[in-house]
């Protein structure tokens, strides 16, 4: 397999987190796929991947490397659209799809600076915390979280990950020990999600390995906000955004719990999806790219700011 290749097969088995679907979606048998995994890993002198019969998860290394892969793969794929499409400009209707609450804070200047960019496209955006198909609804990309794709066919890429904290109201802890373990929690009652979007559990990233914690509850919404709102009335313990919550817990509204332990869930990837990267629109893939430079400088900034 050539290295081009190898990194576009890295890249899928990431982005759809199965080695047997991405080889289906890139027409390739299993012993093709192990093969070209190994020589990429041979090639850079590292392991990308840790693999048991029930769990699949990336390497430090392979973190690292997935980012800058998806920049030599975006920059590849727009030189060759660009000599297919030489003088034409983006241009049409880009019809947008995103989670409520996980954009809350930048949807807007993103959509404002794309539109400032590229004046002959027009935005169509609808904002929603349920499943979506894009193909069936027709949408061109979606802004999402991992639970909304209805379909195995969308490529998503990675936009950033949203700090999750886990918090609660004194109102609580008085009538629950405090937890001082991630162990701690199968003895506490949460506010989350259903399971429909995210199984009932918190993963940590303890020292040599990712520990999956179940957790027990009593009302689920899809809601973020809403469930702010009831572990405030000292209803339970919470998995939350840090943006949606970290004026309450400057004012004492809210407690942080185990801030030592570092939460790794996928709840908290933001992904940009849309269906295939072959003759992709030229608004589709402007808005790709426009995206990707807008959260990397943001992020930038808020580094420098922090």
């Known amino acids: 397999m050539e290295y081009i290749e190898s990194l576009r097969l890295f890249r899928t088995i990431v982005e ?11 027409d390739l048998s299993p012993s093709v796929v192990s093969r070209g995994i190994a020589s990429l890993e041979a090639r850079l002198g590292t392991r990308l991947f840790h693999r048991s019969t029930r769990q699949f998860s990336l390497t430090e290394a392979a973190e690292r490397f997935y980012e800058g892969c998806c920049r030599v793969l975006d920059d590849l794929d727009c030189l060759e659209a660009d000599a297919a499409s030489h003088g034409r400009l983006p241009a ?3 019809r947008l799809v995103a989670h409520t609450t996980a954009t809350l804070t930048w949807l807007a200047p993103l959509i404002s600076s794309f539109k400032r960019k590229h004046p002959n496209i027009s935005l169509d955006v609808t904002l929603t915390e ?6 069936a609804d027709g949408y061109d990309l979606g802004i999402v979280l991992p639970f909304m794709l209805a379909t195995d066919l969308a490529v998503t890429r990675l ?70 709102d009831i572990i405030l009335g000292g209803f339970g313990i919470g998995l939350l ?4 919550v970290e004026q309450d817990i400057k004012t ?18 933001v992904r940009l999806a849309y269906i295939g ?30």
């Open 241 to 244: 955004p840090e943006t949606l």
């Open 16 to 26: 759809v987190r199965n080695f047997r679907r991405a080889g289906e979606m890139m």
């Open 252 to 269: 004492g509204r809210l407690i942080r719990l185990l801030e030592e332990f570092e939460i790794a869930d996928t709840l908290a990837e």
């Open 277 to 306: 990267r072959a003759m992709l629109p030229a608004k589709v893939r402007a808005f790709i790219d426009h995206a990707a430079e807008f959260l990397e400088q943001r992020a930038q900034a808020s580094a420098i700011a922090g």
């Open 92 to 94: 049409g209707v880009l």
């Open 159 to 228: 936009l950033h990950r949203l700090p999750l904290v886990i918090v609660t109201t004194e109102a609580y802890l008085t009538r629950r020990a405090r937890p001082r373990h991630p162990a701690d929690l199968a003895e506490h009652v949460f506010v989350t999600v259903p399971p429909s979007m995210h199984k009932p559990c918190i993963t940590f990233r303890m020292q040599h390995e990712d520990v999956t914690v179940p957790i027990n509850y009593e009302i689920s919404s899809n809601n973020p906000v809403f469930n702010r």
């Open 130 to 135: 349920r499943p979506v198909d894009l193909t």
